[in-house]
């Protein structure tokens, strides 16, 4: 058995893989991996899907004027696709080239390279899936905290999970080992604010059903509750806030009664949710997309940190902490530039997906004229797929790096193929556990398919091929790293204290380093850096985990130990007394008052409780995670047992309106284009409210070679622009998208 992680979600669990003939014909969890212990859902068994896909690469690819591709060799494609680059920097800047993407639920290692890349480029603006998702929440943490949270969900006493179904999207190591131990202790107790009586609800001692995109109105209610009651942790807040006062006068003036009946939720419910968060010894929150992706999904991620900081939960075991962090992701600070064409916010360096469109079909002299997109495919996961193909066929230059022939792949101009993530050493930097911080570098468990290359090989002879490397110093770098690690980290550190060497440390480090590490282990090479930074950061926690030393001796052991690892490392050890030291607010308290907020909390009794309208009577809540569904990385629909067309859930009042039973066909029409889909009856859903799965309607060839799409793409239908949209972070309401629905015949199949 190889030792390896599942890629379909943020947990990355630990697995072992038995390989025969290149196939994955065994797959078990991992129990030596820190992290997961052993723990898989059943998604991960069906891993053969992704590695020997169909529609895998084994060549670069250009595209011919008609459209259609030709392959052609690796030396041919980097020097075409660097003077292509290099052509629309020197004609219009590089700030007009934007990168997209950079690894998906598993692979963050090839976009540890992109900064080199983009820095030989002069490109200044980014994004990623982050960017239609969490930017909101990313903001709003980093003006209470500085930094993210979570929540110690194995040791907490109550759970709350508001726009979560974790039994399916996961996103906690063990998750469902932890929902029910939560469940059975009778000691404990689950939160579920959700308009879906998902599989987490049905475990929910608490369950609060709200109206679709009434989320706000319940979190202010239950605020304005704790305020009422005189629930709030006065010392906690007196001692570790700062701006209560205008926060806590904002709440006392939320109407709840006119709140509790906005949302659906009865009163009485909301007010003994509010006491039981109150009186507990620990609480842990977890907010996901049912929030991040509906009407005021900023406004709700602060109300739902003032449940639990207005309630003393914080730094404390069972309640939010900030994690250490390998390879940090996005920060939530605002760039001084906004985006150049829409002036949208750019939020941890990323303008808003639903802007990308926007910011390149104009004639504005600043538009993106080129777009790199590496482990990501825009056109079928950002809102108005058309939209997003349409400006990528308008761009001067369209480079895609990933894996298969993606729907966004078929609009580049050169696509270059990577190997997969079972073929290369890769990580992800998704280590958000505490008090042990879980690093996995993995190492390859099968030969890389011929023809396909690691993605920091790629940004590497990307960059030499523009011209962006000196070669003296590639010279004098690796001499030292061949003599002894010591020298190499010295030469190193003088060399990148230049700016605009520091800028390509990532592949100067691939290129000198790489070479040296065992197992052709060259792409952890960035590793060494950042494991140097994590201990220079966190030093107490970096030497509990068991690397110590003087100077540079904890970050070279951390950096070894990882290098070694074949199921993860404990890369920090930390103590709830250090969270406090992670909060970089000016005063280092955590800061309440975020002005902009309080305005939305006092006009948000002004605002529609939905978008619906007698033309779009629907809810349609896009890409709801279910039992078989994934990213798009699974792009053989033989993967699922079950739902393949991934039906439309709606309720059976709806059912019965429409005249429709499960099985039948509807066409559901919104104002960004109408799909037909199957129908499939349930009693989880209020009436008026319909939900479509994640991770359909990618398309797959045949053996014959035609392709076919199984299912719908959600984004055929989703919707950019205002009022769909976060008028903070830019995030679309992929689960608040007004829709009508009617019957439709289908043709049955011959
Ligand atoms: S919880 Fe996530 S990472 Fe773990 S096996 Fe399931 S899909 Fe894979």
Request: overall charge negative; some cysteine.
């Amino acid at each position: 058995m190889e030792t390896t992680a599942c890629i379909l979600c943020e947990c990355n669990c630990g697995i072992e893989i038995r390989i025969e003939d290149g196939h994955f014909t065994r797959i078990r969890g991992d129990k030596q991996h820190p992290a997961s212990k052993g723990y898989t859902c059943e998604k991960a068994l069906r891993l053969d899907h992704y590695q020997n896909s169909r529609d895998r690469l084994d060549s670069p690819l250009r595209r011919r004027p008609d459209g259609s591709f030709e392959a052609i060799d690796w030396d041919t494609a980097i020097a075409e696709v660097a003077a292509r680059l290099v052509a629309v920097r020197d004609e219009h800047g590089g700030e007009s080239i934007l990168y997209y993407g950079g690894g998906g639920q598993g692979n963050h290692l090839g976009g540890a390279y992109s900064p080199a890349l983009r820095a030989a480029l002069g490109s200044r603006f980014r994004s990623n899936a982050l960017a239609q998702e969490k930017t909101g929440e990313f903001w709003v943490n980093n003006l209470m905290f500085g930094n993210p949270v979570r929540g110690d969900f194995h040791h907490t006493e109550v759970a709350v999970f508001i726009g979560k179904n974790p039994w399916q999207s996961h996103g906690i190591p063990e998750t469902r080992r932890i929902l029910k131990a939560i469940a059975n202790d009778p000691q404990r107790s689950m939160v579920v604010i959700d308009p879906r009586r998902t599989e987490t609800a049905d475990l929910a001692d608490y369950f609060l059903q709200v109206r679709p995109g009434t989320d706000a109105f319940c979190l202010a209610a239950l605020s304005a509750i704790l305020v009422e009651d005189g629930l709030i942790d006065t010392r906690f807040v007196a001692e570790h806030t700062s701006g209560a006062d205008a926060v806590l006068a904002a709440l006392a003036d939320v109407p709840i009664a006119d709140f509790a009946d906005r949302c659906g939720v009865p009163e009485d419910l909301l007010r003994a949710t509010a006491r039981r968060i109150a009186e507990a010894e620990s609480v842990a929150v977890f907010e996901d997309l049912g929030i991040q992706q509906a009407p005021h999904s900023t406004l709700a991620s602060w109300l739902e940190k003032l449940t639990w900081v207005l309630t003393g939960n914080f730094a404390k075991p069972g309640a939010q902490y900030i994690p250490t962090s390998m390879m940090p992701l996005a920060r939530g600070n605002v760039s001084k530039r906004p985006s150049p064409v829409t002036g949208a916010r750019v939020i941890g360096g990323m303008i808003p997906c639903n802007s990308v469109a926007d910011e390149i079909l104009t004639d504005h002299p600043d538009r993106f004229r080129a777009m790199i997109i590496e482990s990501a495919n825009p056109v079928h996961s950002l809102s108005n797929s058309r939209r997003m193909a349409e400006a990528l066929e308008s761009l001067d230059t369209v480079l895609v790096i990933d894996v298969a022939l993606t729907e966004t792949a078929r609009h580049a101009d050169y696509v270059l193929p990577a190997s997969s993530q079972y073929e290369k050493w890769e990580a992800t930097s998704f280590n958000f556990e505490f008090p042990d911080n879980v690093f996995h570098l993995r190492a390859p468990i099968v030969p890389a398919r011929p023809g396909t290359l690691p993605e920091p090989e790629i940004h590497a002879r990307l960059v030499r091929a523009i011209g962006g490397l000196d070669t003296a110093l590639i010279a004098d770098l690796r001499s030292a790293a061949e003599r002894s690690r010591a020298e190499f980290a010295a030469a190193f550190m003088a060399a990148t204290s230049a700016p605009e060497v520091g800028r390509l440390a990532s592949v100067l480090l691939y290129e000198t380093l790489g070479p040296t590490l065992p197992d052709g282990a060259a792409a952890a090479a960035a590793l060494w850096g950042l494991a140097h930074r994590c201990a220079l950061q966190h030093p107490a926690d970096v030497r509990r985990a068991g690397f110590d030393g003087e100077g540079l001796e904890p970050g070279e052991a951390l950096f070894e130990a990882i290098l070694a690892a074949r199921s993860g490392v404990v890369f920090t050890r930390s103590e709830w007394s250090e969270v406090w030291g992670r909060v970089k607010t000016p005063e280092g308290l955590i800061n309440l008052d975020i002005p902009e907020l309080v305005t939305a909390l006092g006009e948000l009794g002004s605002a529609p409780a939905t978008l619906t309208s007698p033309k779009w009577p629907f809810i349609l809540a896009a890409g709801e995670r279910r039992s078989f569904t994934a990213n798009t990385i699974f792009r053989d629909p033989e993967w699922r047992k079950r739902d393949r067309s991934g039906a439309l859930r709606m309720s059976a009042d709806d059912a019965r309106d429409l005249e429709v039973v499960t099985g039948d066909h509807v066409r559901i029409t919104t104002a960004g284009g109408n799909v037909t889909v199957e129908v499939e009856v349930t009693d989880t859903l209020r009436p008026g409210h319909v939900t479509l799965p994640n991770g359909h309607g990618v398309d797959y060839p045949a053996e014959s070679g035609e392709r076919t799409a199984a299912g719908v793409s959600p984004n055929d239908i989703t919707v950019t622009g205002a009022p769909f949209e976060d008028p903070i972070a830019g995030t679309p309401f992929h689960k608040h998208v007004p829709a009508m629905i009617e019957p439709a015949a289908v043709e049955p199949v011959a």
